[in-house]
């Protein structure tokens, strides 16, 4: 008896994506599950593997394309002759593939133990800021899990081996029948392993790690900020059954400055006046990263005024370009005056106040604005 066309086993079209293909097979494969139709002399078994047969081609996009192009003879032509029905897959298999994205199971890989991949870690390195902006090579100490060189990462006493799991087979799953549905769930006895240890590793006891305290490199590059995380491929907790190590997240931590604030390529800082230097006008030193400069202050200076140095900031790890350095100066009020220097201040006092409000623009307004404000509300 010829094959029934593919397309038309599972009530598709030939331009029927991956999803309707799928949704059909599960439509079908309800419908003549043997569990549901026990009565029928197997008929709706034969439809049902007959369903499964044309899925299992038509889902795979090069078996697909084979078979568009040549049918059933291209099918049995190519590597082991994909045209008849697998019956070493179960029933129970078969649900499995295709609705274990419903119930959590499915397949994993080609069946075999589980590998789990270890555990990422994080460490938060502080820095100060000139090494954040310069960028540094730092050694850290990281406690993680390695694998145990006693037992290779086995876990298993040196000379004996891990066993193959009596529970699962090796497999690493086992699957529980519920009605016409198959649901697998990671082996009980062995954790998904595939193997038990009968004579434990004496230094692992049996995991194939040990916790250890391991000593790393990092290269922190120009320009860090806070916040900023380096990812170390591969230096995580070492993997169990074989599996692949986490990575290592180091969140860097840059401490307060003394002088400087930082605001991503820009530096401020607060720089102090002396009275007679905010008054007559004069030069103060002013620090930057790259060292000192001069900073020229205009006769007349108010407290608060900010100075914008182009270039004397820092770069980013996102862009060399050097942001600015924004100097606010605060004029000092003098403090422990003599009978003398207060004598000379009292006197300099009333020669500014008979000049009127030219000496003091910004008191005479502030002056003018508080009456005006309580005119207002009176």
């Given at each position: 008896m010829a094959k029934r066309d593919y397309y038309e086993v599972l009530g598709v079209s030939k331009s029927a994506s991956a999803d309707e293909i799928k949704k059909s097979y599960r439509r079908l494969a309800m419908k003549f599950h043997p569990d549901r139709n026990k009565e029928d002399d197997g008929a709706s078994e034969t439809k049902f593997k007959e369903a499964k047969e044309a899925y299992e081609v038509l889902k795979n996009a090069e078996k697909k394309a084979t078979y568009d192009q040549f049918g059933h003879d291209g099918l049995r032509a190519g590597a082991g002759g994909q045209g008849g029905f697998q019956s070493a897959e179960g029933f129970g298999d078969?649900?499995?593939?295709?609705?274990?994205?419903?119930?959590?199971?499915?397949?994993?890989?080609?069946?075999?133990?589980?590998?789990?991949?270890?555990?990422?870690?994080?460490?938060?390195?502080?820095?100060?800021?000139?090494?954040?902006?310069?960028?540094?090579?730092?050694?850290?100490?990281?406690?993680?899990?390695?694998?145990?060189?006693?037992?290779?990462?086995?876990?298993?006493k040196k000379g004996t081996s891990p066993e193959t799991c009596s529970t699962c087979g090796g497999v690493g799953q086992v699957r529980m029948q519920q009605g016409f549905f198959s649901v697998q769930q990671t082996c009980p006895a062995c954790k998904g392993v595939g193997t038990t240890i009968s004579d434990p590793c004496d230094d692992c006891h049996g995991r194939g790690r040990i916790r250890k305290t391991r000593t790393l490199s990092v290269k922190v590059p120009a320009g860090v900020d806070d916040g900023d995380r380096i990812r170390l491929s591969g230096e995580g907790e070492a993997g169990r059954n074989g599996g692949p190590a986490g990575d290592l997240y180091v969140e860097l931590r840059v401490d307060k400055h003394k002088i400087f604030e930082r605001d991503g390529a820009n530096l401020a800082c607060e720089v102090p006046i002396s009275i007679s230097t905010a008054t007559l006008g004069g030069e103060v030193e002013l620090?930057?990263?790259?060292?000192?400069?001069?900073?020229?202050?205009?006769?007349?200076?108010?407290?608060?005024?900010?100075?914008?140095?182009?270039?004397?900031?820092?770069?980013?790890?996102?862009?060399?370009?050097?942001?600015?350095?924004?100097?606010?100066?605060?004029?000092?009020?003098?403090?422990?005056?003599?009978?003398?220097?207060?004598?000379?201040?009292?006197?300099?006092?009333?020669?500014?106040?008979?000049?009127?409000?030219?000496?003091?623009?910004?008191?005479?307004?502030?002056l003018d604005t508080v009456k005006r404000f309580f005119d207002r509300i009176s």
């Open positions: 078969i649900f499995g593939d295709v609705f274990g994205d419903i119930f959590g199971g499915g397949r994993r890989g080609g069946g075999g133990p589980q590998v789990f991949r270890g555990a990422d870690l994080g460490y938060e390195l502080n820095l100060d800021l000139e090494k954040a902006v310069t960028g540094d090579t730092v050694e850290i100490d990281v406690p993680t899990q390695i694998g145990c060189k006693k037992c290779d990462g086995s876990g298993a620090p930057t990263l790259d060292g000192h400069v001069s900073l020229k202050v205009p006769a007349g200076t108010q407290s608060g005024k900010i100075f914008r140095l182009r270039g004397k900031g820092v770069t980013t790890v996102r862009d060399s370009r050097k942001g600015d350095l924004f100097a606010q100066v605060a004029v000092e009020t003098p403090v422990n005056l003599t009978a003398e220097q207060k004598e000379l201040l009292e006197k300099f006092d009333a020669a500014v106040k008979s000049g009127g409000d030219k000496h003091s623009p910004r008191a005479d307004g502030w």
